[in-house]
């Protein structure tokens, strides 16, 4: 019996003109960007905190993270997710459609790919004709990504720069 997994789903987003996608199993929910409690960070791709039902939690901007000039009226959409059994908000310009990718249409990135979050594709695909930048998240808080989950958390907690 063959379990390996031969299809995934991916939630498509926009960042500017570029079309992202990461699995949508990491998404828990999609909110609408509410008033942020700010605090002085040294990490500038933090725009604050939220407060969802209870729950701080921190919301990364994208553009920020980067390298984008912020957004006209600041971010689209929140997508709540899921790193390192922790729960961060993903501020992005706007939502696309959910698709389904046969798991053999995903291709590494090339090398020599440079640009808006570049450092953090995992794959690309072509979907319905249209050429999706799949993100690694995780790799949003590593050391390659330069900005570490622990410092994150470190800094939310406890205010250190």
């Known amino acids: 019996m063959e379990s390996a997994i031969q299809e995934l789903q991916l939630a498509g987003f926009l960042m500017g003109d570029n079309l992202f996608a990461i699995d949508i199993m990491r998404i828990k929910e999609i909110v609408i960007p509410q008033k942020l409690a700010g605090f ?3 990490n500038s791709s933090l725009d604050g905190m939220i407060n969802l039902r209870g729950q701080v939690i921190p919301v990364m901007n994208l553009r920020a993270r980067f390298g984008m ?12 997710v899921s790193v ?9 310009d706007d939502l696309d459609e959910v698709v ?3 798991v053999r249409d995903l291709t590494p990135p090339p090398d020599m790919i440079e640009g808006v979050g ?7 695909c072509l979907c319905n ?3 999706y930048l799949v993100l690694d998240i995780d790799s949003l808080f590593t050391p ?12 939310v907690l406890h205010g250190d720069a």
């Open 69 to 80: 000039p912020p957004r006209p009226g600041g971010p689209g959409k929140l997508m709540i």
């Open 100 to 102: 389904t990718v046969p």
């Open 84 to 92: 390192a059994g922790r729960q961060v908000a993903l501020a992005v």
């Open 118 to 124: 570049a450092e953090f594709l995992v794959a690309v």
């Open 129 to 131: 004709e249209r050429l």
């Open 40 to 42: 002085p960070l040294q």
């Open 144 to 155: 390659s990504g330069r900005h570490y989950q622990g410092q994150i958390q470190e800094e």
